[in-house]
């Protein structure tokens, strides 16, 4: 246990190394914020399936194929469906418009100021999504070093949100990097055959197990619907994957390295159903299926390469927490922190002065938004009814209005705040009434968000024509000098658009 314990010591130190090395880096709002827009294929699809592949991917993913067998996959499954989705119909379109948030994608397509109702929603989404990665941190580091609850929060905690806070993204990629090669090599190429070959092969299993295990509907078609609904669509339109495809050194970057990291994803989750199905065999009747990732390892695998798998486990947990972490900062130094600076009269910073500014105030942001995650982890025992919360408001209230502006010329800036006003509200209430954890509440936010958002499109006078044709310029990568084109972009909507007075 030494040894392992070892391991995962160098492993943690390592992800604070790379972070002082992505401070260096960070030299500007593009650096701090999107690593320069300077990845390559490799490098892209790497941080893309970080990101997505964390804690609930790894630990939950192995939990339900203890429990379903191979259906237990269609969970990865869903999200790399998502990721492939993203990059085949949307990435090459969303990387040429150089912007930094969701929301400033809503501005420059519709015109005027759409951004607050959109950025508070991405905001609430970022932030929630980083309390239940560092909640995770308890299990894994009471489980290694057998340390108090608290004690383990914040110790994991802490090492995110410092080299999240240090280097930006640039940190966040390259531990990325690192995580994405831990988690191929430690849970792909080694826990995955030596749990199939101790469970007896895949002739063994199938002796020893109900054959339901095997059967990939076992996990049940609602499930895998709703899974499909809210992970999938979800990916497609989330800050923390968004600003991942902001990254990409160009739009052919982009869609080739995404489609790589969603292939990733499918092997990803077909791997931790094994995984799960082999533990079944030899620990049957656990209490917590999510116990089987960590006995598998004690059990299949000698000291040194245990250390390796667990760090494998530790590292999903932490490329999401980083990403959402990071992702919560730039949508609130982007889109929010102008408006409240708006209210006071402040002035922007000379030209000169505006990146090291820019980049300090970034920082700042993570540090305390960092902090703050940590504190509302050790406050809760579970937060899985939050994150529902969270994700479905951001499908059932963004989404129509996100992939509606991307496809519809028609569709117009009150038509997407009144859909993005319908569909969370209708979320909330179909919550309030069915529970919070049930699945009606994201099938009425969308039927209601599109029924809103084209109705009152077509109602409403179409978005004027100087701001469609900036946006379909921005769309073929024109007209992007520098990282300051979004804030002039932003000046020319506002004085084009015709739409009806701003409603805040």
């Given amino acids: 246990m030494l040894i392992d314990t070892a391991v995962i010591a160098a492993y943690l130190l390592g992800m604070v190394g790379l972070g002082w090395w992505g401070m260096r880096r960070a030299k500007s709002k593009s650096d701090y914020l999107v690593a320069g827009r300077r990845l390559g294929p490799l490098m892209y699809a790497g941080t893309m399936a970080a990101v997505v592949l964390g804690g609930a991917s790894t630990v939950g993913g192995i939990g339900l194929g203890y429990t379903y067998g191979i259906s237990g996959a269609w969970l990865v499954v869903a999200i790399g469906v998502g990721i492939l989705a993203l990059h085949l119909f949307f990435a090459e379109r969303i990387s040429r418009l150089r912007v930094f948030t969701v929301s400033e994608m809503l501005d420059l397509r519709y015109g005027g100021d759409s951004r607050i109702v959109s950025a508070l929603v991405m905001w609430g989404y970022t932030f929630v999504l980083t309390v239940p990665s560092t909640l995770a941190f308890s299990t894994i580091f009471s489980g290694l070093f057998e340390l108090p609850r608290v004690v383990a929060i914040i110790l994991g905690g802490s090492i995110v949100v410092l080299y999240s806070t240090m280097g930006g993204m640039w940190s966040v990629t390259m531990t990325d990097m690192a995580q994405f090669a831990i988690k191929t090599i430690g849970l792909l190429f080694i826990l995955t055959p030596v749990a199939v070959w101790s ?20 996990i049940g ?3 895998v619907l709703t899974y499909f609904v809210i992970y999938s669509l979800g990916l497609l339109i989330g800050q923390d994957i968004w600003q991942r495809v902001f990254t990409g050194r160009d739009d052919k970057v982009a869609k080739v390295g995404g489609i790589g990291a969603g292939v990733y994803c499918l092997i990803y989750g077909v791997c931790g159903a094994l995984i799960g199905t082999a533990a079944a065999v030899m620990f049957p009747n656990l209490a917590d299926p999510d116990h089987s990732f960590t006995l598998m390892v004690e059990a299949t695998l000698p000291t040194g390469v245990a250390g390796l798998v667990l760090a494998a486990a530790l590292s999903a947990v932490m490329s999401t927490a ?31 002065d505006q990146d090291g500014d820019e980049v300090a105030a970034g920082r700042v942001f993570t540090l305390l938004l960092g902090v703050a995650s940590i504190c509302v982890a050790l406050a809760v025992d579970n937060v899985v009814a939050a994150l529902t919360l969270a994700y479905n408001i951001l499908v059932g209230g963004l989404l129509v209005a996100i992939l509606g502006g ?3 010329r028609r569709g117009t800036r009150v038509g997407a705040l009144a859909s993005m006003l319908a569909g969370s509200v209708a979320v909330i209430v179909t919550m309030a009434i069915t529970g919070l954890l049930a699945n009606e509440p994201i099938y009425v936010g969308l039927g209601t968000a599109l029924v809103v958002y084209v109705a009152v499109s077509l109602l409403t006078p179409p978005t004027d024509p100087a701001v469609l044709e900036l946006w379909q310029r921005r769309l073929r990568g024109q007209d992007i000098g520098s990282e300051t084109a979004t804030e002039t972009d932003e000046d020319a909507t506002s004085v084009a658009s015709t739409d009806p007075p701003r409603d805040r």
């Fill in 199 to 218: 469970a007896g092969g895949f002739s063994g299993m199938r002796e020893s197990l109900d054959p339901s295990y095997f059967d990939p509907t076992a």
């Fill in 221 to 223: 078609g609602q499930t």
């Fill in 322 to 352: 980083s990403g959402a972490l990071i992702a919560c900062s730039t949508v609130t130094s982007t889109d929010l922190w102008p408006r409240v600076r708006a209210l006071f009269g402040a002035k922007r910073s000379a030209e000169g």
């Fill in 406 to 408: 991307l496809v519809w």
